[in-house]
């Protein structure tokens, strides 16, 4: 049974940095796509990042270009999501994700795994 556990969310000022992880166990996650999504109060879920897990192919929303990177610890089984730059609007609870295939979809729906999530704050 797949298991994403994610940990590193907290308060943090604007400006700041925050390293979101997520820990995947209970499969072979070689043939996955790995994704970073979040929610904030009153909105849809909506995309953030996603890496494939044997290419290491990237997306990154654009709205978090150039800030945000997301990278892989293939013996580690861990994903991560480096934060720089914070600002208010990234307040929200951020999800790891994972679905079966290779392909990039951006649609939280098609992802059949998901964590419980971490609370991010980021204060003006």
């Known amino acids: 049974q797949v298991q994403l556990v994610e940990s590193g969310g907290g308060l943090v000022q604007a400006g700041g940095s925050l390293r979101l992880s997520c820990a995947a166990s209970?499969?072979?996650?070689?043939?996955?796509?790995m994704g970073w999504f979040r929610q904030a109060p009153g909105k849809e879920r909506e995309f953030v990042a996603l890496?494939?897990?044997?290419?290491?192919?990237?997306s990154h929303a654009d709205s978090v270009k150039g800030r945000f990177t997301i990278s892989r610890d293939n013996a580690k089984n861990t994903v991560y999501l480096q934060m720089n730059s914070l600002k208010p609007e990234d307040t929200a609870v951020y999800y790891c994700?994972?679905?079966?295939?290779?392909?990039?979809?951006?649609?939280?729906?098609?992802?059949?795994?998901w964590g419980q999530g971490t609370q991010v704050t980021v204060s003006s």
């Open positions: 890496i494939t897990w044997r290419g290491g192919s990237t």
């Open positions: 994700a994972a679905r079966d295939g290779s392909i990039i979809y951006t649609t939280p729906s098609v992802y059949s795994h």
């Open positions: 209970g499969r072979t996650f070689s043939s996955y796509t």
